[in-house]
């Protein structure tokens, strides 16, 4: 069973006020003494109307208007100097406020970008985009309405209504006790409308994810909507979506909306019954009770009164009215902290890739200059001894079994072995488990069961980072980033300099089309090298791949999206790539794949044949119906 909105509100809402203390704790401080006198001042207000009704003008009624003016001069000097106190009491905090919460906020973001960094794979193949940028956006603004708007309105309210309280009490509690009761209505009011407004607000953050994944969707996927003249479907999905948000948003606010209204006119209630029971009890001539003892009320306690009434009922109010900011910040906290909570990809490895050099009787050494040679730096725990391997390339899958979901595996007793500069291919329908295979040996998921070695070494053992550095990989779905060429390749290898990249685009065959560019290396690319041919980004991903200069290289669909031309064309920019690299190919082109030294046919998780391009043209398996056409890949 779920918890309620309100038992999840609690923690998250005591888990954000930690939070914010935690890295703002003097400064809040600063702002609470800043509270304490703006809300002193407030209160001083009202007193100094009793004193001056009291002491001033009553007495005037009688010893004639002379007298008034001495104390009253006096009274309003110490309450103009109170008062501009107060001005910059107020001043202070809203600064202090103002920078307290864009610096939380922007904590805030960082911490989250951070984590997502930290997250596996598996977390981005099970988010859609648009709710993970609705976390960042959306629910970090409602975030920012709670530090900026909503805590420093309550905390103001909260030390006004027990300052009001304690000097309503020091008049009269009689009167005291009458305000309490309203206040208890306007509490359990609150309650009541404030909960449902708290219950939509949650539904209608989660809603926004939903919208806003929606509209990425479709952002990205415009060219097919309009290649399948699926337009009017697209519109009535949208519409059902936005319908459902603009539901919960128009119910959320309609319990925020009339909370206000319903407080005010309780409070307004309350004044009205003030007035009458003070005035009855004064020409009753009735015994007032208050913390001083036994007294007659006067005009001046009652009109402070009153002034103190409408000022608490207020601050009630606010208070009241902040619930429906609250009930979304929490709703956007408890999404922002999902999110940072989520398990980091865990990684034990205590393997790491070094550069490597061989001493005078050829041994491997490590050295801190960079040689073109790898090895693996294995540390071993039982005698504190260093041993050094040299990265070779040898890749071995031993008996590997894999599923996403328990309840359907995907590769089931998987064997392959690559020995250093092997070129290994996978053949097979979408669907076999053939770039499965490649996640594996990227550790992007762990096997439920077998062995994966990389020159021998388990690579539970190896530290993903240095194992993915050993990997350079060349997807079909290539991914250019806002910046220039040269900076877009050098993303395989950030120390790379720029004779390391233009080398890198030489090898992979796109320094011609760079060149031709209006800024060569430096010409700028953005959403995604929209500009740019999907040949010339291919040639660009090749590139970056080059200078990463990695021992073992993954070529998954490298060719399946472009035309045949182009494909020559990349494809010499490959195979320059794969000199002297063990390669792994995934491909749909079966003539991509006939130079490879051992070619893998899976299907359904399993591997049906295995041999070179010779071989298995002999075998007349499946691989020769394939080839020859007798049957096509799916």
């Not at 929606?214 to 337009?231: A, D, P, S, W």
Request: glycine letters at 8%; charged letters at 20%.
């Amino acid at each position: 069973m779920k918890p309620s909105v309100k038992e999840r509100r609690k923690p998250v809402m005591g888990r954000l006020l930690r939070y914010l203390f935690s890295h703002y704790k003097w400064r809040l401080i600063a702002v609470l003494v800043c509270v304490l006198f703006a809300s002193a001042a407030h209160v001083s207000a009202s007193v100094f109307l009793q004193r001056i009704i009291d002491d001033c003008i009553t007495p005037a009624l009688t010893a004639g208007y002379s007298s008034l003016f001495p104390k009253l001069w006096i009274y309003a000097g110490v309450m103009t100097g109170t008062f501009l106190l107060a001005v910059l009491a107020v001043h202070g905090q809203t600064q202090l406020m103002a920078i307290i919460s864009h610096k939380f906020l922007k904590q805030i973001r960082v911490d989250m970008f951070n984590k997502m960094q930290s997250l596996p794979i598996k977390y981005f193949d099970t988010h859609t985009h648009g709710d993970v940028m609705s976390t960042y956006t959306n629910d970090v603004d409602a975030i920012m309405q709670l530090a900026t708007q909503c805590i420093p309105g309550i905390v103001c309210s909260s030390v006004m209504i027990l300052a009001y309280l304690g000097v309503m009490l020091y008049y009269s509690v009689w009167l005291t006790c009458v305000v309490l009761v309203t206040s208890i209505i306007m509490v359990f009011v609150t309650k009541i409308v404030g909960g449902g407004t708290a219950r939509y607000f949650v539904k209608q953050q989660k809603a926004f994810g939903r919208f806003e994944g929606y509209i990425e969707e479709m952002m990205n996927g415009q060219k097919v909507v309009k290649v399948f003249c699926h337009e009017d479907a697209v519109k009535k999905d949208f519409d059902k979506i936005n319908d459902e948000l603009h539901g919960y948003m128009e119910k959320a606010n309609s319990y925020a909306n009339v909370l206000g209204p319903i407080v005010g006119n309780i409070g307004n209630l309350l004044y009205v019954l003030l007035a009458f029971a003070g005035g009855a009890m004064i020409l009753a001539n009735l015994n007032n009770l208050s913390l001083t003892g036994w007294n007659a009320l006067t005009p001046g306690v009652i009109v402070s009164f009153l002034a103190m009434c409408r000022s608490f009922t207020n601050n009630v109010m606010q208070m009241a009215q902040t619930v429906s900011g609250i009930a979304q910040a929490v709703a956007g906290a408890g999404r922002v902290f999902a999110l940072l909570d989520e398990t980091p990809e865990t990684d034990d490895g205590y393997v790491t890739l070094v550069n490597a050099a061989y001493d005078e009787n050829g041994n491997v050494t490590e050295t801190a200059e960079r040689t073109g040679r790898w090895a693996w730096r294995h540390p071993h725990s039982a005698d504190g001894s260093v041993t050094y391997t040299e990265v070779k390339g040898d890749i071995l899958l031993d008996d590997v079994d894999f599923a996403y979901d328990p309840e359907k595996p995907v590769l089931k007793g998987v064997s392959v072995f690559a020995k250093p500069g092997q070129r290994v291919a996978f053949v097979g329908s979408t669907g076999a488990g053939k770039t499965t295979i490649t996640n594996l040996i990227n550790r992007f998921y762990d096997i439920a069961d077998g062995k994966i070695r990389y020159d021998g070494i388990n690579i539970n053992k190896i530290k993903k980072a240095d194992l993915r550095r050993s990997l350079g990989m060349v997807l079909q779905d290539t991914n250019l980033f806002t910046g220039t060429v040269r900076e877009n390749i050098r993303y395989g290898r950030l120390d790379a300099t720029d004779e390391d990249v233009e080398a890198a685009a030489r090898l992979a065959g796109a320094h011609d089309f760079i060149m031709h560019l209006p800024g060569g290396y430096d010409s700028m690319l953005t959403a995604d090298g929209a500009n740019l041919s999907q040949g010339q980004r291919q040639l660009l991903s090749i590139a970056r791949a080059a200078v990463a200069d990695a021992p073992v290289m993954i070529m998954d669909e490298a060719t399946s999206s472009i035309d045949t031309r182009t494909e020559a064309i990349v494809q010499e920019g490959c195979n320059r790539l794969m000199q002297g690299r063990t390669v792994f190919i995934i491909a749909h082109r079966l003539s991509t794949v006939r130079s490879a030294d051992v070619i893998m046919v899976l299907e359904h998780g399993k591997i049906i044949e295995r041999g070179n391009h010779r071989e298995l043209i002999a075998q007349k398996g499946k691989y020769y119906q394939l080839y020859t056409g007798a049957f096509e890949l799916d």
